[in-house]
């Protein structure tokens, strides 16, 4: 692309050669003109910061979703999730929204009768 670019190909040009649209075409040289080439060429760093939960702490997450509900209520809900999770230490701390992404990247299911959750 800044080959192309630098042998007087527009940008439309070189967009089209390359697959992807024009404003890609000039950030990349926007970036190759402001940070150098490896940062051109590389991704750019994210805004969000690193995952603060592991594969292991989302499985114990999962896990204790499927056991049966505390005693006085009749299935967990995610702030009981989230309170249980800290109580067992498998969290420093934990919102409810959190454990609620955790458990929908799963197939799980809060009022599903196929698990320990839902039973009665």
Not at 7 to 19: D, H, K, P, R
Not at 39 to 64: H, K, M, N
């Amino acid at each position: 692309m800044l080959l192309r670019l630098a042998n007087g190909v527009s940008g439309y040009t070189v967009a089209a050669e390359m697959g992807c649209c024009v404003q890609t075409v000039y950030q990349v040289r926007r970036r190759y003109a402001e940070q150098g080439l490896a940062t051109a060429l590389g991704e750019a760093p994210r805004s969000s910061g690193p995952q603060r939960f592991d594969g292991a702490t989302r499985a114990a997450l999962t896990a204790l979703a499927c056991t049966p509900a505390p005693v006085g209520h009749s299935r967990w809900t995610l702030r009981l999730l989230a309170d249980k999770a800290v109580e067992l230490c498998l969290v420093e701390t934990i919102s409810h929204e959190t454990v609620g992404q955790v458990l929908k990247k799963t197939s799980y299911s809060p009022s599903a009768s196929s698990t320990g959750a839902g039973a009665k």
